[in-house]
């Protein structure tokens, strides 16, 4: 399948305080960066980036004075800014009030046409930290012209089952939305390589700048190469021209021309148990240590 390249925007950049997140102030902006970097078709923000807060605030509170119905007033200010710039937005996730009345970590993507074309609940909180709900579904969403994309937030990489769910379910570039401030961003930059690497799709981790994260932003390609990476000071626009038609060729062609990793399950091999889960991801197993 012929695919256009897809040109991306990672905004490391400083998350708004909550109380004074403006939307127009935050369309400014995202007007700026489209004025510096024309011609991106994806802009994408890091996590909770109109949902910051001051070190000293609680955190608990902030989360509930931020978070909002996905179809709220902040909603329907990005899905129209969306629309009025014709791009492909991620603005970050946001603090979601669930009809259930918990509150999500979850990322929302809006199409150039200006709609609300998927929402990622982040699955794994970073536990005893963040206190959101955790969500329990894989997202990916087709990019007409230009592939699918996945998303996941944060913690989510470091659970390999998470982005290997969103290759399975095709997705060519997984866009991982951080908020890491502390020294274990030097695992995460490798994790976003193995995870391109072991899945054969291309990542792009996105963190935030100081003081809410240490920068180093990485697009990574599906055979594993690092095509950018941001440094570790204030806010930096890491640009990238993607055809994710690439990670379907190395699928089928494997890494190197020789790792095929989707190859070895042929039609007629017995299906192979996974006694970690029992098929799948149960709290009350998760915990089992290997051979207990």
């Given at each position: 399948m012929t695919t256009t390249p897809l040109p991306i925007g990672l905004v490391q950049t400083a998350a708004r305080h909550h109380a004074a997140a403006d939307p127009d102030a935050f369309a400014a902006d995202v007007r700026r960066v489209l004025g510096d970097h024309p011609g991106l078709r994806l802009l994408a923000y890091p996590e909770l980036h109109l949902c910051g807060h001051e070190p000293d605030e609680d955190p608990v509170a902030v989360m509930n004075a931020a978070a909002e119905p996905l179809d709220g007033p902040r909603g329907a200010r990005l899905a129209a800014l969306a629309r009025e710039l014709g791009i492909w937005l991620v603005p970050g996730s946001v603090y979601e009030r669930g009809a259930d009345g918990l509150v999500y970590n979850t990322a929302p993507v809006y199409?150039?046409?200006?709609?609300?074309?998927?929402?990622y609940r982040k699955i794994f909180p970073w536990r005893p930290y963040e206190t959101t709900a955790s969500g329990g579904t894989f997202v990916v969403l087709d990019l007409p012209g230009h592939g699918r994309l996945g998303l996941t937030i944060c913690y989510d990489a470091w659970f390999p089952e998470t982005t290997r769910h969103l290759?399975?379910?095709?997705?060519d570039l997984v866009l991982n939305l951080v908020?890491?401030?502390?020294?274990?961003?030097?695992?995460?930059v490798v994790l976003a390589r193995a995870n391109a690497i072991v899945n054969q799709v291309f990542m792009a981790s996105l963190n935030a700048a100081l003081p809410d994260g240490v920068g180093r932003s990485v697009v990574v390609g599906p055979e594993g190469d690092l095509r950018a990476e941001a440094g570790p000071g204030p806010e930096e626009v890491v640009t990238d021209v993607l055809d994710l038609g690439e990670a379907r060729r190395v699928r089928t062609r494997g890494t190197a021309g020789l790792a095929r990793v989707w190859d070895p399950f042929e039609e007629g091999r017995a299906p192979l148990e996974l006694p970690l889960y029992g098929g799948r991801i149960d709290p009350g197993r998760w915990r089992r240590g290997a051979g207990g």
């Amino acid at each position: 399948m012929t695919t256009t390249p897809l040109p991306i925007g990672l905004v490391q950049t400083a998350a708004r305080h909550h109380a004074a997140a403006d939307p127009d102030a935050f369309a400014a902006d995202v007007r700026r960066v489209l004025g510096d970097h024309p011609g991106l078709r994806l802009l994408a923000y890091p996590e909770l980036h109109l949902c910051g807060h001051e070190p000293d605030e609680d955190p608990v509170a902030v989360m509930n004075a931020a978070a909002e119905p996905l179809d709220g007033p902040r909603g329907a200010r990005l899905a129209a800014l969306a629309r009025e710039l014709g791009i492909w937005l991620v603005p970050g996730s946001v603090y979601e009030r669930g009809a259930d009345g918990l509150v999500y970590n979850t990322a929302p993507v809006y199409s150039p046409e200006g709609a609300r074309v998927a929402e990622y609940r982040k699955i794994f909180p970073w536990r005893p930290y963040e206190t959101t709900a955790s969500g329990g579904t894989f997202v990916v969403l087709d990019l007409p012209g230009h592939g699918r994309l996945g998303l996941t937030i944060c913690y989510d990489a470091w659970f390999p089952e998470t982005t290997r769910h969103l290759a399975w379910q095709g997705a060519d570039l997984v866009l991982n939305l951080v908020r890491t401030p502390t020294v274990d961003r030097a695992q995460e930059v490798v994790l976003a390589r193995a995870n391109a690497i072991v899945n054969q799709v291309f990542m792009a981790s996105l963190n935030a700048a100081l003081p809410d994260g240490v920068g180093r932003s990485v697009v990574v390609g599906p055979e594993g190469d690092l095509r950018a990476e941001a440094g570790p000071g204030p806010e930096e626009v890491v640009t990238d021209v993607l055809d994710l038609g690439e990670a379907r060729r190395v699928r089928t062609r494997g890494t190197a021309g020789l790792a095929r990793v989707w190859d070895p399950f042929e039609e007629g091999r017995a299906p192979l148990e996974l006694p970690l889960y029992g098929g799948r991801i149960d709290p009350g197993r998760w915990r089992r240590g290997a051979g207990g």
